[in-house]
């Protein structure tokens, strides 16, 4: 028989368990700390009629879809949990208590090139409030983000934070409001392109030198975050303008009572993200130490999510972590470096095989207390059994041996610091400090 090469399709991901377990832990985070703020859970499923997800049509996506027809339905895989979630709320608006906070974290699918970074498969983790227009809800999700990426422990890192009506009003009254749509989008690009290319992209957007003059001197206003606040009070052109500021003072207040550290959120002028549904407050999140990952967080304010399925208005707000991507980026810059094979940090192993029954015994009561453990089985030597569970990354091995077991005692070794010592097994539950 013919033997088929065993391979992924490129752009697709499966990890080793080493990093499989490391990023498990990173969604566990991820999950407890949306959890802890009252976010509910939701799974909407992969496959969606295509007349559904693709109601508002056009642009990139129907380029970037996995769309199949199957007997008498025309099925596309969900390139976002955005679309799938207006979709939800439209079609149970009647059952939902709103303001309606649902968390989602699944598996989305783009037919796009894949490349270092970039994938047809991935993760995101998603929270959205809908149905609230409050300030406080606005700097809640700063707060959930600080949350996370301090347990992340990856160093230090910056929630930029803007306003779309603050653009949009700096647009009205320098004469764009026709065409504040495209000056968004290049300004969403702007740091990751060249002076030069922004003056043209600007330019061929039909801007005057003056009012280019104008969006560059904007957008490079910085300072802490009351100095900006002052800033933009002084250029105050338009009514949008003022209550794009009064709603990021309002906001700024709100992280300072949820103390949120000023040194991780700032305004910054430059964010706008580009997806033309964004309304209101806007966030991305970066890490301080490693600026080559990109955005690891993103979202922002939007007035009416469903309005392709319903006449009622849904303001909501929301962000995405894309994990996936910050996964692999972070390995790549050497941040991530599983090492254990195994989620369970203790092998209990005994010596010869007599010692099997009472080892089962020992796995049972540290399972008992909580302590996540292996039994090994196998009819091996110890040098193998030694070199097995190092290589499995285990922080403790307990020996089980016959002349142990007669003085009710094991042997137990920390792989961490090579030290070894024989602890009774009456108190080997409160002996392993883990």
Known sequence: MAKVTARTASGFNEYSPSNQIEFNRLMDIIRGTYEKYGFSPLDTPVLELSEVLLA??????????????HGRND????????????????????????????????????????QAGRFREFYQCDIDVIGSTSPVIDAEFPAIINEIFSQFN???????????????G????IGLAASSREVLRIIDKMEKITHDELVTELRAAGLSDQQIESVLHFTAIEGSNDEVIAQLRALEASEQLSEGITKLEGLIAALRVMEVPESRFKIDLKIARGLDYYTGTVYETVLN???EVGSVCSGGRYDDLASYYTNTSLPGVGISIGLSRLF????????????????AQVVVMPIEQAQISSSAAIATSLRKAGISTMLYTERDKLNKKMRYADR???????????KELQSQSVSIRNMKTAISETVAIAELTQHIAL
């Open 392 to 402: 499995m990354g285990f922080t403790y091995v307990v020996l089980v041996g016959e």
């Open 56 to 69: 508002k049509g056009g642009g990139e996506t129907e380029q970037q879809i996995y769309r199949f027809v």
């Open 75 to 114: 099925l596309t895989m969900r390139y976002d949990l955005t679309v799938p979630l207006a979709r939800y709320v439209a079609e149970h608006e009647s059952e939902l208590v709103f303001p309606f906070r649902r968390y989602q974290i699944g598996k989305v699918y783009r037919a796009e090139r894949a």
């Open 328 to 343: 692999y980026k972070l390995r790549e810059a050497g941040v991530i470096n599983p090492v254990s094979q195994s989620p």
């Open 170 to 173: 700096f647009f009205e009254g």
């Open 289 to 291: 130490d490693y600026p």
């Open 154 to 168: 990856f160093g230090e890192f910056t929630i930029r934070i803007n306003d779309r009506r603050v653009l949009n």
